[in-house]
């Protein structure tokens, strides 16, 4: 079992930026392939970003691209979404998850909430 637990959501103005964050416990964190995912009110939950095992390669969202970047530190279980150049459309809760490789994203977060006011 992993367990994962975001934080650093907020309500932030249009234009502003946020980073999230997301620990990691129970198995070895290196071992999974991280993603970050948003649900706004009303919608789908939609991917966003992901990330390897070593960084080596990272995946976004055409919606985000260019303004969100995804990282991890292995040594910190951690792995992190800097948000820039937010905008309302931003507006959801955000969940990290870990996939082992074979099966999907296996292990959610509770979500963190992000607001951006126009």
């Known amino acids: 079992q992993v367990q994962l637990v975001e934080s650093g959501g907020g309500l932030v103005q249009a234009g502003g930026s946020l980073r999230l964050s997301c620990t990691a416990s129970g198995r070895t964190f290196s071992d999974y392939t991280m993603g970050w995912f948003r649900q706004a009110p009303g919608k789908e939950r939609e991917f966003v970003a992901q990330?390897?095992?070593?960084?080596?390669?990272?995946y976004y969202a055409n919606s985000v691209k260019g303004r969100f970047t995804i990282s991890r530190d292995n040594a910190k279980n951690t792995v992190y979404l800097q948000m820039n150049s937010l905008k309302p459309e931003d507006t959801g809760v955000y969940y990290c998850?870990?996939?082992?490789?074979?099966?999907?994203?296996?292990?959610w977060g509770q979500g963190t909430q992000v607001t951006v006011s126009s």
């Open positions: 998850a870990a996939s082992d490789g074979r099966s999907g994203y296996n292990y």
């Open positions: 990330i390897s095992w070593n960084s080596g390669s990272t």
